[in-house]
Nanobody
Framework: QVQLVESGGGSVQAGGSLRLACATSGYIANEHCIGWFRQAPGEERERVATRDGDGTIIYADSVKGRFIISQNNAKNTLYLQMNNLKPEDTATYYC????????????????WGKGTLVTISS
């Protein structure tokens, strides 16, 4: 299991931006699926953005046009650029990797970070 450590969370006002980073102990280029998920208190964890083995990126409808997933393979680091943040984006954000070649279903992600808290005030 690859070790994942998220960073970059914090508290910002609505309309602001944050960039999350996920440092890994393995090679991101060798992972079929990489991505970000989030969980708000009392809610189930949901996909934010994932990239599968074909390079297909899936964004949650709620973040399309605002968030961008990217990676630096040389640094084995995954990023999530979060723009135009809204109070409903408040959650703990997790990075994850998995073995699925297509679609990155959440239940196939097998390595998870401990999360970083993002709080957006209105």
């Amino acid at each position: 299991q690859v070790q994942l450590v998220e960073s970059g969370g914090g508290s910002v006002q609505a309309g602001g931006s944050l960039r999350l980073a996920c440092a890994t102990s393995g090679y991101i280029a060798n992972e079929h699926c990489i991505g970000w998920f989030r969980q708000a208190p009392g809610e189930e964890r949901e996909r934010v953005a994932t990239r599968d083995g074909d390079g297909t990126i899936i964004y949650a409808d709620s973040v399309k046009g605002r968030f961008i997933i990217s990676q630096n393979n040389a640094k084995n680091t995954l990023y999530l650029q979060m723009n135009n943040l809204k109070p409903e984006d408040t959650a703990t954000y997790y990075c994850a990797t998995g073995h699925s070649w297509v679609g990155c279903p959440q239940n196939t992600m097998d390595s998870w970070g401990k999360g970083t808290l993002v709080t957006i005030s209105s």
